[in-house]
């Protein structure tokens, strides 16, 4: 069974250590999962291939998810909660919405270069809710993994919204940027690969200029 | 071992009618791997998956793809014909970069719909790419295949280069350009399905949604 550590208010002293410890071995054990569904895909994927993966034995995967499905699911919660806790930052901006839109933006692109492994789940989320074969328990819970994304994709669609009202973006149809703007960032976690040294700054600086193309769009001011 | 039908003209009348007909089971085979790839990933998809999928036996699959490599790296492979016969006619538009791009974005919007299981293969190859432990003579193969893709995507550098010189387009970086523009629309083939009784009409109106969304950017024009 999985268990997270307890808020520390609530555990004894002598009892933390042991927590500690234990919670680092589970992040361990998502890390190398993450890494093996993104280089094999989801149904390719064996506890062997993740307990191999950290040089354990299987054992110690099970120890702390008792399947695969409970092993996938906890990855794919674990990228939502990345980006939902980039975005707050984010939305609480009381400025125009083109700089609401530009944070979300940008702290989704540090995301997809920080946790790549774990975001790269995300499509395979998608294409086993669509094309998979769960169990009606699983099913439930790929039914809330679904939820948590369209919560996430919301908060693009409120500050379009809000960006047609304050005039600050120009946008037709809110779903249709929503897509589109997810999808040229998403990509970042097809192409990015980290350069020897690469440190935050040079993330910072590489997500700002790819936030500011997406943005700004490809085309030249009209002249008249 | 595969045989695609000869040129007409070097094909005796005679023997015709069985050559097209299998390179109609050929093709045949081809969708229902591609789709199969898309379902599941490449590692989990096997010989078997591709012949149940057909309703047909092993030996048919084998008859026409002598392993799992050499069928996926066709469905790799027409993925890129697709893209490249869609980007010629774009390309040889005699007007602005702008024209250009719209074309070439429109026409890969439209290979993101329409040829929807085989594109998804593209992501599926560079992950092969990069993590899959191929033997040497695929391996060979699969640069090639990279090598397809990279002048594929040099259209879009050469566009956004001629662009800056003739003062339609807008492209600090030629190469985030393309990555971002063709992440946006490689995102389709994830999140696109059809609707009832859509047709090619539908398609070419919501393609070119898409890539004005995409090409015109999200920010409402500066006043002064």
Chains 1, 2 share one sequence.
């Not at 400025?95 to 933006?105: H, I, K, P, Q, S």
């Amino acid at each position: 069974m999985s268990t997270d550590p307890l808020p520390a208010d609530r555990v004894p002293m002598t009892a933390l250590p042991q927590a500690r410890q234990s919670h680092a071995r589970r992040e361990e054990v998502l890390a190398a999962a993450a890494e093996c569904f993104m280089r094999r895909g989801y149904e390719a994927t064996s506890m062997d291939d993740v307990a191999d993966a950290l040089g354990a034995t299987k054992g110690r995967v099970y120890h702390h998810f008792p399947s695969k499905p409970d092993l996938f699911f906890e990855v794919y919660r674990r990228a939502m909660e990345i980006l939902m806790q980039g975005a707050a930052p984010a939305m609480a901006d009381a400025g125009t919405a083109e700089r609401r839109l530009f944070g979300l933006a940008k702290a989704h692109t540090l995301a997809m270069m920080e946790s790549q492994t774990f975001q790269r789940s995300l499509t395979l989320g998608v294409d086993l809710y669509r094309f998979g074969s769960p169990s009606d328990e699983h099913k439930v819970v790929l039914e809330d993994l679904m939820r948590l994304r369209f919560t996430y994709e919301d908060l693009f669609r409120k500050v379009f919204a809000e960006g047609q009202a304050d005039g600050s973006l120009k946008v037709p149809d809110p779903s249709l940027a929503m897509r589109t703007i997810l999808g040229a960032l998403n990509w970042v976690a097809v192409w990015y690969s980290p350069r020897p040294g690469e440190d935050r700054p040079h993330r910072d600086k590489l997500a700002e200029q790819i936030v500011e193309t997406v943005l700004g769009g490809y085309l030249a001011p009209r002249s008249g």
